[in-house]
């Protein structure tokens, strides 16, 4: 397995090819670029200028493991409005000519959004449409879209199964799905959503979770690495078993408040002991 | 069940098409928008459902009521409206663009009988075509229609998902909004909301031969009219969506129409 961690966790104020040099000095192999989220890879981002980030990313000594979005929180393909999940569509089919540009195979995608405004029958149904329509498009490039369990924060496909059905519903090879191990709380475990899904995962997202804990006010319930109460043997053991041998991304929620760098490097060696399987 | 029979009798007598043809299964729909009734399947319909193509705003409102009347017995087309038989019911789903000659057929198939539905998309369309959609409706059928109302913009849809994701605030915190739209006719009913509705103004209801029948929040948002035989049915919030996503009131209420 490789580690990678993605390029918003780079310090505010830092240039890109400061977080590079970081993000190699730290042990990483790759970086997940996060398209919006980030001044040097916006939706305004030409080609050429996509095409320099993939040079000083190479020149860094990585690669990109994937290409990321947070955009479709505020414009997801299940809006009610037709003007809305156009421009989600856009999104999509924007991250995956950036992921061919910038020579990665997966994007990460929040499908689908329940509201108290927009009830569960309608995302899925748009949703399933959605993934049903770029499916060809991601396959077309050779890309392939993990659709991530944001469970409490979607209020959408909660439980393994129910996930397992919706890719189902969708039936593109070219649509699977980007865990997230640390989003999981307390509706169920890492591990059995590894087991029951396998070959359908595209990359993984880790950081650690207090699933006593709930959201409430600022205070996060996501942690570093082995802080929280995932089960990080099962997790490893479940990966084993079921071959996974692709990219561990970082995503930690809660930074440092001072010695912003030294996260970096603590959570690479945190990964280096979830891959070496000592825990 | 006199309302029925009145819209047959309508279509049995004013345009030969529907007339002695053939028997024909229910709850199927006989064509494409861009057949012309000369080709059509020789059978009685009960329904056309109006394809306005770009004049239609909400195309999943289309699906909804499409979905929908396969799943009765009713026996209806596809149609654009230049090209529309005779039908003693045609709806008009997520309707925003509204041409002269095209609200002139409707209201001609009111005034000959038909109950015409005409289901507003145009809370989904923008500032200019959404004027044009009002001046229409007051122009043909004497409807006058306030400004599209966000019901939800109290600050609890998508947009403050995102603000509560990023800020880790509970959802379920302070929510009193009651996402339905109540009908009193043909059936009290309750329908899901679908976050925009076009109200209707205040009028003196009688001199327009008419009076509302689904309010949401409060506000009047749907309406019945007569024109001549017929009448017109005014949806200020779109209904089609719940008829899609399983809205079984919603199912329930259009069927009521039907009979």
Redesign the interface.
């Known amino acids: 397995m490789k580690k990678s961690i993605g390029d918003n966790m780079i310090p505010k104020g830092w240039s890109f090819e400061q977080g590079l040099e970081l993000v190699k000095k730290a042990g990483y192999d790759g970086i997940e670029l996060w398209l919006g989220d980030v001044p040097w890879f916006q939706m305004s981002t030409t080609d050429s200028e996509i095409r320099e980030l993939r040079r000083k990313v190479e020149r860094a000594g990585l690669v990109v493991s994937n290409v990321s979005t947070g955009l479709h929180?505020?414009t997801?393909v299940s809006?009610?409005?037709?003007?809305?999940r156009d421009r989600a569509i856009g999104i999509v089919e924007r991250q995956i000519e950036a992921a061919q540009i910038l020579g990665t195979d997966a994007i990460l995608v929040v499908v689908g959004?329940v509201?108290?405004?927009?009830?569960y029958?309608?995302v899925y149904?748009?949703s399933v449409e959605a993934m049903q329509k770029l499916g060809p498009t991601a396959g077309n490039a050779g890309v392939k879209i993990g659709c991530e369990n944001c469970n409490s924060?979607q209020?959408f496909l909660l439980s393994p199964r129910e996930f397992w059905t919706f890719l189902n519903d969708v039936n593109s090879p070219h649509v699977g799905l980007h865990l997230d191990v640390g989003n999981i709380h307390d509706t169920g475990f890492a591990e059995q959503w590894i087991e029951i899904h396998g070959p359908r995962i595209t990359r993984i997202h880790v950081k650690d979770v207090n699933k006593q804990r709930?959201?409430?006010?600022?205070?996060?319930v996501y942690t570093n690495l082995f802080l929280g109460d995932n089960n990080w043997p099962a997790i490893r053991a479940a990966l084993d078993k079921v071959g996974y041998n692709g990219w561990l991304v970082a995503e930690m929620e809660l930074r440092y408040r001072y010695a912003l760098d030294q996260q970096f490097y603590d959570t690479a060696a945190a990964m280096d002991r979830l891959i070496s399987g000592k825990l | 069940m006199r309302i029925r029979v009145s819209r047959r009798h309508f279509l049995s007598t004013a345009v030969g098409a529907g007339a002695g043809l053939a028997s024909v299964a229910r709850g199927r729909c006989f064509g494409i928008a861009s057949r012309s009734p000369a080709v059509l399947p020789q059978g009685h319909l009960d329904c056309v459902l109006v394809d306005l193509a770009d004049g239609c705003?909400?195309?999943?409102s289309l699906a909804g009521y499409e979905a929908a009347l396969s799943r009765t017995h009713c026996r209806f087309l596809r149609a654009v409206p230049r090209q529309m038989p005779p039908a003693p019911v045609v709806i008009v789903p997520g309707c925003a663009g509204l041409a002269p000659d095209v609200a002139e057929i409707f209201r001609s198939s009111a005034e000959a009988g038909a109950l015409v539905l005409v289901e507003s998309g145009a809370a989904?369309a923008e500032l200019p075509e959404f004027e044009a959609h009002r001046v229409a409706l007051d122009l043909h059928f004497g409807l006058k229609l306030e400004a599209p109302v966000d019901l939800?913009s109290d600050g609890?849809?998508?947009?403050?998902?995102?603000a509560r994701?990023?800020?880790?605030?509970?959802?379920e915190a302070g929510?009193s909004?009651v996402?339905y739209v109540d009908y009193n006719w043909p059936i009290a009913a309750k329908v899901?909301d679908?976050?925009r509705i076009v109200p209707l103004c205040n009028v003196v209801w009688a001199a327009l031969n008419g009076e509302p029948i689904g309010w949401a929040q409060g506000r009047p948002m749907a309406a019945r009219q007569s024109f001549g035989r017929g009448k017109l049915v005014f949806l200020g919030s779109p209904l089609g969506?719940a008829l899609?996503?399983?809205d079984r009131e919603a199912e329930r209420w259009l069927n009521a129409l039907l009979v």
């Open positions: 929180w505020e997801p809006s009610r409005d037709p003007k809305v959004l509201t108290a405004e927009v009830p029958n309608e149904q748009r924060e209020r709930g959201r409430c006010g600022d205070q996060s | 705003r909400l195309r999943e989904y939800w609890r849809g998508e947009e403050s998902a995102l994701h990023a800020e880790g605030r509970r959802a929510r909004h996402p899901r679908f976050s969506p899609r996503y399983g």
